[in-house]
């Protein structure tokens, strides 16, 4: 590349300030856009994030976040990946105004935009990733399967290389967001508050009761006392399991704890199977909005 004069142009090597302007961008998007589901985009765009990276085995070394591939036809369509577009078309404008950073790299930058911006705890960052073909894309099947018991919950998360107690924190992030008839054929929110972290996700299911909800859709939980509320078969498992029950416990108790955790299990997560250049003790933490 010729700069001016002709002399030879540095490539532009972005840093932490440009990664810091990306983050701000998306923060000031999804408070823009509040007019999307419970008022943010901050759930669905966790999902996406965790959609990109839970992909990962580590018997092969394939999946993660590295790569991107859920931006084309096989994987995009997988049915877990339901509903997706909407956390991927809400990030394109991003990727239009700093074209610079890879796809896979904004992604994860928008999971942890969304972890922060909801109240969640700080998630340090490494940038890294690169976008790759098709020929990537994963195999169906790699994502948990929500009808299921907690047998498939430690294969699916075993195969990502996690403990049974990174598995109950990650699975706090249902404190965010809702389930839709048309994207999961689940229905409904975990917590009254599902656009800011906390422990409650929790809190409700050691606290209150839970029942089987009458209709005609996928086996699903509702709490007796208000049935406004959900849980999948797999959340039950958090607490009906001795093992996952006592993690459980602790983090009803302490959201410190839980949020403690759930930071470096979603740090893990966002990391799998991605060669950095950047080691370990170089992560960036973001502003947040309201630091
Ligand atoms: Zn979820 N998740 N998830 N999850 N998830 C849904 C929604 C969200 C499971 C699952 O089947 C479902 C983790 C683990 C597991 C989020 C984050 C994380 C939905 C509803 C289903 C069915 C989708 C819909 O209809 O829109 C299962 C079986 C899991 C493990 C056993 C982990 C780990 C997560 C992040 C760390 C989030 C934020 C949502 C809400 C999305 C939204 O659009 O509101």
């Known amino acids: 590349l010729l700069g001016l004069e002709g002399k030879p142009k540095a490539p532009f090597v972005p840093r932490f300030e440009n990664y810091q302007e990306v983050y701000n961008h998306i923060a000031k998007l999804l408070e823009e856009h509040d007019d999307y589901d419970d008022g943010s985009y901050g759930p669905v765009l966790l999902r996406l994030a965790w959609h990109a990276s839970g992909t990962y085995d580590k018997e092969t070394g394939t999946g993660g976040s590295n790569g991107a591939t859920m931006r084309f036809a096989p994987e995009g369509d997988h049915g877990a990946n339901a509903g997706l577009k909407a956390a991927r078309d809400f990030l394109e404008p991003v990727k239009e105004a700093f074209p610079w950073i890879t796809y896979s790299d904004l992604w994860i930058l928008g999971g942890v935009a969304a972890i922060q911006e909801m109240q969640g705890p700080k998630i340090p960052y490494r940038a890294g990733r690169s976008d790759r073909d098709l020929s990537f894309c994963t195999p169906d099947g790699r994502l948990p399967d929500a009808s299921k018991d907690h047998s498939h919950i430690r294969a699916i998360f075993g195969r990502m290389g ?5 598995m109950v924190a990650l699975s706090g992030a249902h404190a965010l967001g809702r389930c839709h008839t048309d994207r999961s054929g689940y229905s409904g929110p975990w917590t009254f508050s599902p656009t800011t972290l906390t422990n409650d996700y929790f809190k409700l299911l050691i606290e209150e009761k839970w029942q089987y909800k009458k209709w005609n859709g996928p086996k699903q939980f509702e ?3 208000t049935k406004t509320l959900m849980m999948l078969p797999t959340d039950m498992e958090i607490v009906k399991d001795k093992s996952f029950r006592k993690y459980t ?3 009803a108790k302490d959201n410190d ?6 930071s470096n299990a979603v740090v893990t997560l966002f990391e799998l199977g991605v060669p950095f250049e950047h080691p370990e003790d170089q992560r960036w933490v973001f502003k947040s909005s309201f630091d």
């Open 257 to 262: 704890a839980f949020f403690k955790d759930f």
């Open 249 to 251: 416990e602790l983090y």
């Open 162 to 166: 996690f403990d049974d107690r990174a």
């Open 223 to 225: 709490d007796v006392k």
